[in-house]
């Protein structure tokens, strides 16, 4: 059970961290943090993703993608979340 929470802690935090690289970056507030944590904004991503959005498996499919490589690895076109290409 242990494992599974940090495998599903990890794909959260490595989510946030692509959406705040190449999709939107968190704003920063007066008191200089960011308006939420990476694991939270990843987290708001993949609920919403898995729960409510995903009808194709080529989107899962990306999402999983996203779990396995490097955040940086991972290119957006424009402003959709969706997930393009791979930087090799």
Known sequence: ??????????????????????????????????????????????????LQGLQKMEERFRLLLLFLCPPEMVMVSGQNPEIVALKI
């Open 1 to 50: 059970m242990m494992a599974l929470l940090a495998l599903a802690f990890c794909w959260a935090h490595k989510t946030g961290e692509w959406k705040h690289q190449a999709v939107r970056p968190l704003k920063i507030k007066k008191h200089g943090r960011p308006e939420q944590s990476l694991f939270r904004y990843g987290l708001d991503y993949l609920t919403n993703s898995l």
